[in-house]
């Protein structure tokens, strides 16, 4: 029963976002101006969190490492952490969950680990709540250091509520779209190194708007929000009003020595969830009520463009241009990147697209007519959002010129010596919306085959795809 129903927890979580955080995307999507690249990002937002809902398949592919907070009588603890672990499993081999976790000694993808803290309650009453955060909100989650300088005035920040304001929006000046903009933050102020960023994860269980008790942190809260949406990074980073949804501000003593500000970055697709069961493992109540707005995705002035494609027609795109890209793309990664400098790709990649994307794929088993009945495995993409463009940046120059590929295609976008390859051998690079993993998995027709599936696991394996209307913005032009 235990299993049964924290394996049920896993699944909602993972394809069905919370009413509060649909609302908040609803309301951005709202403010922003009509045709605006921000207007579109956050209409994609919602028609992928629409298909996610129906298809019961992941808002995004990229659950992190998924994250329990078990409140329960210690005396189950082991039996709790058991279930965890097998719904853990059982949620990856279906595809509910991306096999996310690796050696970082081998480089080996071992499955799925999943993070579990245990809070002692004396209630015979057993709370678990999830939390799915991926892997590009956590890496500009950032903590640092008071007093700092900024780059916004007055520079310098000090060790006073300003200062961490300063600080705050530093941290979301440098993450940019790379994060996967509106994002929801939680900040705390003090503590130690541990303890700081402890709580600022924790704290994005809470729903958005949940009013803070401490009233000079509640106005820290809205003075960050509105300084934080002025920077108009936007959702994806394509500009816009909406940067942030939401901002939680907490505190924890501190050591007179040290004055710590930690801040955990939850993408727009903050996919939370808690079940509360009784001590045989049967719900007594869950957190399960979503809202969707349902509407078609209507988009205009959209350019169509058709792979293999020339040096000369990519250099015809513009910057800000909405284009549907159709044809083959191959995904790949930090370990496609690497191993195509140092040694020759099976396939080629000349005149096509890259897709800097980590997929959830399954294999399912086809039956067709021809002289007989005979049953084939084919590959599927259930989930399949870019990844953040810039942590490939120190390959891809030498990529672009050894592959001849023409486009680039993921998030955030990447650096001075990346725009320079791109301009120097006829590439563009295209930015797809972030999380956004169910709506383009609907865009891949086909699944052609995969290479180094086995050497370097799901996500990093360069998958061959055939994408029809696959929906993106063009960045850096040639």
Known sequence: ????????????????????????????????????RGKLSLEVI?????????????????????????????????KIEKAIHFAVRKATKEGTLRPNAVDSVTDENVGNIPKIEFEVSSSPKIKIALLLKGGGSENVSAQLSLPMQTDFGPAYAGRNLEGVKLAVIQILKNAGGKGCPPGIISVVIGGDRVSGFAL?????????????????????????LTAANKLKIGAGGLGGHATLLDCKVDSLHRHPASFFVSLAYSCWACRRGEVVLDSRGKIISDDFSKKVLREDLRLKEIKKIRLPISAAEVRKLKAGEVVSVSGKLFTARDRVHEFAIKKKLPKKLEGLGVFHCGPIALQTETTRQARGKFSKKIWQFIAAGPTTSARLGSFTPKFIEKTGVRLLIGKGGMGESTACALRKFGCVYLHAIGGAAAFYANSVKKVHGVDFLEEFGMPEAMWEIEVEDFLAVVGEVT
């Open 1 to 36: 029963m235990f299993e049964k129903n924290i394996l049920e927890l896993i699944r909602e979580v993972s394809t069905n976002l919370p009413g509060d955080v649909v609302e908040a995307l609803i309301q951005a999507r709202n403010l922003e101006f009509k045709s605006s």
């Open 46 to 78: 919602l028609k992928n969190i629409e298909l996610a809902k129906n298809q019961k398949t992941p808002i995004c592919q990229d659950p992190g490492f998924p994250t329990c907070c078990v409140k329960s009588d210690p005396s189950i603890w082991k």
């Open 200 to 224: 600022a994860k924790k704290n994005l269980l809470k729903k958005i708007g949940e009013e803070n008790p401490n009233l000079k942190l509640k106005k820290l809260e809205a003075e960050i």
